[in-house]
């Protein structure tokens, strides 16, 4: 009987250790949402930009993009940024990951949230892999959005029409007929940012005349932003004048910094 009991205690013991390092071992998916801490960054950082500088006269804005993988780099670009005392606010033009892992996302976040200054992130493709949409929605918001500062209508889209494999209304055309008529009385200048520029890889490049048709509805359309093509670069995608800035990834090293000023702007090319 002893013999019998102690063998008990002990299966028990061994049962509840295993489990024990079971959940320790799979405690969380990969690709779990479910996020501790602060969730729709881009709407609360929003608020902070509108209510910081809506009439601010001379705008400086630092654009970064396809940190994905390259924590080291992006760690020093933070830093880098964070050295400066003109910067307002921050745009990451998309590919916060490498494989969309809810891991990476943590990674990304613990480095961004050392940011000095408000910042909004748009989604790229790598951001889409696994379950990594749904991370993107919880933690950042809606994959289109928009926000005015000095009468400047800065419009963030989803052109990643790949992800969809072509089945989604990417980039959305109904969402940009809202956003064109929207707060009208705010703002006489756009700026459209989005992380796959038109005839690239990612874009759905049957629309792109289309695409180009509905800019030209925006009131002041000054320029574009992209990331994706991991390259430092000024286009004239269409050959009809409209500037097309190319944000670099964070392995080479470089950034863009635009000063906007009541009478135009200037774009800076950054090195770290």
């Not at 606010?89 to 996302?105: A, I, P, Q, R």
């Not at 635009?258 to 800076?268: Q, V």
Request: aromatic share 14%; hydrophobic share 40%.
């Amino acid at each position: 009987m002893r013999i019998g009991f102690r063998m008990s205690i002990v299966l028990v013991l061994a049962a509840v250790w295993l489990l024990s390092s079971c959940g320790d071992m799979f405690e969380t998916h990969p690709y779990d949402v479910n996020f501790k801490g602060k969730k729709d960054i881009n709407e609360q950082n929003i608020k902070e930009i509108e209510k910081r500088f809506s009439d601010k006269e001379t705008l400086h804005i630092a654009f970064i993009s396809d940190t994905h993988g390259w924590y080291s780099d992006m760690r020093d670009e933070i830093a880098h940024i964070n050295k400066r005392q003109d910067i307002d606010f921050v745009v990451h033009c998309g590919d916060l990951t490498d494989t969309g892992t809810s891991k990476e996302y943590e990674w990304t976040l613990d480095i961004l949230n050392d940011l000095r200054y408000p910042y909004v992130a748009l989604i790229g493709n790598h951001d889409f892999l696994g379950t990594g949409n749904q991370a993107y929605s919880v933690l950042f918001g809606d994959m289109n959005f928009s926000f005015i500062v000095s009468r400047v209508k800065f419009i963030c889209l989803n052109t990643n029409a790949t992800e969809y494999d072509y089945m989604a209304a990417v980039p959305d055309f109904d969402y940009m007929e809202e956003v064109i008529a929207k707060d009208t009385e705010k703002f006489d200048r756009t700026i459209v940012i989005m992380h796959a520029p038109p005839y690239s890889d990612q874009f759905n490049n049957n629309v792109c005349k289309a695409f180009r048709r509905y800019l030209d509805f925006f009131p002041g359309l000054m320029f574009c932003v992209y990331g994706h093509n991991h390259n430092d670069v000024v286009s004239d995608i269409y050959g009809d004048g409209l500037l097309f800035y190319g944000i670099d990834c964070a392995e080479h090293r470089n950034y863009r910094i635009l000063t906007l000023t009541p009478d135009g702007y200037e774009m800076e090319q950054v090195f770290f």
